[in-house]
């Protein structure tokens, strides 16, 4: 099939979109790859070792303490029957929508030595001081991989219960048949299979939790992700906080080939034509209730509680959480968000349509380089997306230097570098919907239009677009929650006077004020949960 020149209007549209995209990428290793810096020399022969051992204990104690909870509600929900199960099954994945910083302050403010916890244990046994018991510290390391863990955890419970109803029910049954106990077919059946689901979640939570800087920064754990920020706004140095991203870069790096290499080698000779949605064992007396309050168990401590809690503080703080700035802040990051959702979506079309008619054996490369930054935690991002637009704005002042117009920071410092930064991260997530809402429209409506004499734009607007409309509505929505949630790049690269709810609420939780935040609070979990609705909702279809 012979392509027309028209498509080279396309190639370049799709090209120009994936360089723009991953430039901050290549900027920050190419910026962190340069001569050695003051700042980073002093903070490499002083705390940089103590900043990256955390982070590694910070990771590894997540991925751990997620196994912990995950992988027994993932066999529970997806091979046993016990009461409330097909509750449990949506219900543990709520806590991803609460943001960890939120849990942190609501257990901190619970825990802590003036909480109400242990005010009612030193009224109950009479003890004075903390000298006369022993209480679990909350703000220290160990108390961050908690709470971390306690929103991460869904990210593995659901991929491994998938992955689990996935696998043909026969190597069970044959494993039952030969002598294995439950237990036994857990570790030496479903989880060999299922490895590759679960190192490719583990991998996922691995860069949430690097990414994490609310949570680490309040309970005041020096992380990679902390130091990028602190030297940044405490040394002002572009060049020490890209050299300290450029080590956050290899975590990933390492993270990302450690999945990729476990689903090469991850083989699966037998699967189910469909999802299994049949209990393999039927829990009773002692063991369905100790399986029901597990579940109960997690769930209140992840979710119900701390929102509990939260809708406390905003029946009590009402008349000053719901004000004037809860309104500003709110349209502040609506707008932002709408703009970002817009523009992810109009170049996530034009790459994914580029790549439905391009005969390029390179076709795909520019998708694969738009999608680099999703991978990027907000801090290293807001870096990654000052160093080439700084660059830009000493060039345009150099330009009008001889003129009497100043327009100093005109991207670095506007609302510009915000938006562009979230297109970056999220862009990904626009690509991947749009793309597989692609897969589903057959060529041959493509060599119909064709032979009707219409050009690619009227088959993009006319043909594809009416049936891609359910995906860039998902899709939309998606990029739009996130840009809701995103904290670090919006603390960095926010104009001055600018808040988000996001930016709005982690400042009072760093002021130990969230009551007077929570109605804000609760407005970005409820928007995290409308995701949550549409997962569960894809998932009952598809059994």
Known sequence: MQVPFSLSKW??????????????LAFLIFESLQGDSEVFSHLWNTVLWDYTSNTILLILGVI???CLIALPLGWLSAYCQFPGRKVFEWALMLPLAMPTYIIAYIYTDLLDYAGPVQVALRDWFGWQSPNDY???????LPGAIIMIALVLYPYLYLIFKTALREQSFKLIQASQLMGMSPRQSFFKVSLPLARGAIVAALALISMETMADFATVHYFAVSTLTTAVYDTWLGYYSLTAAAKISGIMLLFLFVSLMLERLSRKNDTVHERQASVNDTALYVLKGKTAWAASAY?????????????GILCGYAIDYFDEAWNSQFFLYAWQSLKVSLWVSVIAIFFSVLVVFYQRIGSERTKSIPGRFASTGYALPGTVLAIAVLLPLTLLDTALNDWFSQTRFE?????SGSLFAMVFAY?????????GAVEASYVRISPSLDMASQSMGKGFLQTLTLIHFPL??????TAALLVFIECMKELPAALLLRPFNFETLATHVFQYVSDEQLELASVSALFIVLVGLIPLYFVNRSMEQHN
């Open 468 to 473: 891609l409309r359910r995906g860039i509505l």
């Open 407 to 411: 327009p100093g920071l005109l991207l």
């Open 134 to 140: 022993w209480f679990f510290d909350i703000r220290t």
């Open 423 to 431: 297109v970056v991260r999220f862009y990904a997530i626009a690509h």
């Open 64 to 66: 751990s303490l997620s």
């Open 11 to 24: 190639q370049i549209f799709a090209w120009l979109i994936g360089i723009c995209l991953s430039a901050p």
């Open 295 to 307: 579940c109960i168990f997690i769930l209140l401590v992840a979710f119900v509680l701390p929102v």
